[in-house]
């Protein structure tokens, strides 16, 4: 091995000295070429070392001991590895007897060192250090220790020079390099077209360069030699904006001298592409700096083009697409969307089509958004929606029109329900509609009857179905439908009543506000992309809050001293009424009773039943906003302030809970709602709490793992499990029939959440319908079992009272009854007339 790296060693040595004699022959560049190819060979050298990766080679001279073939220590700069010294570039140290130049310790280009060789001025190509060059670059030439271009060399430096007409001729258009004016010339454009002479000159404007004035019999010659060509000349005429030179009409436009009343613009030149075409036109995607007598600048600007993106699943029967413009624009004239864009489908099939406006486009300067909704009738193969949108009528912020005017995007391969099986989900969602209305129809008569736990516990289950929707993933069309129905109980027909929305809108400058809540799931099931704005979403829990405050004023009032005595006084005037008899009856009778009811139990009941009642949309309006807090105006800063106390008060209300059932002293009177119909164990009598806990875990789950379905369906799978079990341990409800309810609720709850995890997978669309059917068939089962349950439990309380009536009417019956023992019974009323 030792005789192997010394043959190597030798070789390496030869050619150092080949190239060294090859510098020395060239003697004739002297100590600059020398220099030069002195390098040269040490980048040879250090290129062929590397080439051989002859480690050892490094070692020649910097070896300080070496024993046994084994270097022990190494020159300042090289550091030993594998007992070979080894040099290291960007280690901060010059090694010595090295290739390396300098070593700053980075790898930083034109700080003055690169890749430890030392890195030369500008333009220049050999140097002693980084201030000293000795050969520059071709064109260039040292003075003053730097590389200067070489002027009159023919050759344009850009950067340096203007021009180079390769000499050194004044008043020839190009002098040191530099444009110059033609002789007798103050000020000129574009090298020779002069616009202002000296005294002693005169402007031709046919060369449109200055010429010395001449003396009378200087002229007079010049108009007797060239009084032919004088002659023709006149006979000359050119067209608008152009002029005679030479004989010649050449047009102006180019010259960089604008005239606005032939010209559009004139940025100098005759060439296309820049902004200002060559008859002087501006073009499309440029604005030009116009100044009669001046040359234009004309500058790039993208102009508006519109959008179109796919929010719903590529398997949706019903798609939604979103048309959204990249800059703000306007129309010139007020149409709506149909007139001036067109939408159609390619290929042509049965569909329908409707247009949301988001942001409406209008004749102020706005970025619109809508959404497409393109409903499938019949089974379609790839089909692809087409929008035209008419030309010349949008403007953008610099009065450009829409770079593009049409657009497509492919709406996938919908999953489209046929006829048959279409009928099948109608009549299964009338089916469904008959179940929840019958169920809030009983639990009415509940309400009525003093039960108002069968009432609240059914609108908790709603809107625990309603959100079940949100969960991203790619249902089937009829799974679809079917979950949709579950948000037909609303108070959207009150809200609309009272224009709520439009109140917003009006106070947004015209449209609704929009916060969009993007989703980045690929299994979404979206229809409508979800708006953030926490006021729309919120508006039905402050309508519940304002009627039940509303509610308590006015009973306020009803059970006032003040109304007490303003009754006696009608009474004491229409008493003789009949009609005002009924009414006071009724009043007396029903109206008085419910409002003393309600206003002493408001704050210890009815204001918990209302929380109750609003907190899953509570929870997803406060949810949903956070943390996207906007403050740019008015409008959005109510909106963000509102978003931030909702959440601060739930945050509130959710860490005083316990506190409640868990102190020792219970003032039941305070808190009724907590303890109604609730067993006084620790775990059973925080039965309220841990309702409250679940909706919350619940609409926290849905909104936070927003595009990750599968963690929500373990999740809330988990919680259904947990909450399954507490009930049936604990019992916490003395209501038989309520916590039968609940058990079913759970444990359906569970079955359905957790196999929507089978969604996740890729199937063919009969099996889709399949396991959609399953689900639907869940669903229909937990409202069939809450139906029955209440049917049964109203059956038995019928049956109770109908007990209680005839014991009562038995009882009442013996009461008029006397007994005697010797004629048995005998009526106390005859006794009396006896």
Known sequence: MVGYQMNYQKSVIQFVVMELFKVKKNVIILIQYLIILVINANIHIYNFVKFLNLEFVYNVKMDLNFLDQKCQLCEIGWILIDNTCQSFCGDGVIALNSIEQCDDGNQIENDGCFDCQIE?????????????????????????????????????????????????????????????????????????????????????????????????????????????????????????????????????????????????????????????????????????????????LCSYILGPKFMLNRLSSEKNQTQVIELRFTQKIKLLTNLSFEEFAAVSLIPDTHAAINIKPIVNLSTIFDSPIYQIFVEFIEPVKDPVLQIDIAQFIIKNEQDLDLINNQSRISLGNPFVLSET????????????????????????????????????????LLQSLSYIRFMQYSFPPHLIQFLDAFTKISLKPILDYFRIDEILSSLNGGSLPFQSKKSSNKYSNQLNQLNQFYLLNAKSCYFSIIVSLITYIICNLITSHKFEILHKNLFQRYQNNYRYLLVDGFFTKNLQKFCNKFKQQYFSFGIFKVYIAILHQLLFSAFLQFPDYSFNSPLMVVNSI??????????????????????????????????????????????????????????????????????????LSMSSFFYLSYILKFKPIQSNYEYAKLMSREFFFILITGSFLIYSFEFDENQLLLYGWIHITLFTLMLISNLIIDLIENIDKALQNYKKKKNLEKIQEIKTYHYNSLQKFIEVADLKKK
């Open 120 to 296: 030369c001025i500008p333009n220049c190509l050999s140097c002693f250090n980084t201030e000293v060059c000795f050969m520059c670059q071709e064109h260039f030439q040292i003075k003053d220790q730097s590389c200067l271009p070489i002027c009159g060399d023919g050759f344009i430096i850009i950067g340096y020079e203007q021009c180079d007409d390769g000499n050194i001729e004044p008043y020839d258009g190009c002098n040191q390099c530099q444009y110059d004016c033609s002789q007798g010339c103050l000020d000129c454009e574009n090298e020779q077209i002069c616009r202002l002479c000296q005294s002693q000159y005169i402007l031709n404007n046919e060369t449109a360069k200055c010429q010395e004035i001449k003396s009378l019999d200087d002229l007079n010659k010049d108009i007797n030699n060239y009084k032919d060509q004088i002659e023709n000349t006149f006979n000359v005429r050119c067209s608008n904006n152009y002029i005679l030179i030479n004989n010649q009409c050449v047009n102006q436009c180019g010259n960089g001298w604008l005239d606005l009343e032939y010209e559009q613009c004139d940025d100098g030149n005759l060439i296309g592409g820049d902004g200002c075409t060559f008859y002087c036109f501006e073009e499309d995607s440029y604005q030009c700096q116009n100044t009669e007598g001046s040359m234009s």
């Open 421 to 460: 099986t279409q009928k099948q989900v109608t009549q299964i969602l009338l089916l469904n509609d008959g179940m929840i209305y019958s169920m809030i129809s009983i639990s009415g008569l509940s309400l009525l009857a003093g039960n108002t736990i069968m009432l609240f516990n059914l609108l908790d």
């Open 642 to 715: 509102n978003a931030i106390i909702g959440l601060m008060v739930i945050i509130y209300i959710g860490l005083q809970l316990l506190s409640i059932t868990s102190s020792k002293i219970k003032d039941k009177n305070k808190w009724l709602y907590f303890y109604q119909d609730q067993k006084l164990q620790f775990w059973a009598a925080n039965f309220r709490p841990f309702q409250i806990y679940r909706i919350m875990f619940y609409i926290f789950t849905i909104v936070v793992a927003l595009n990750y379905p599968q963690v929500q369906s373990i999740l």
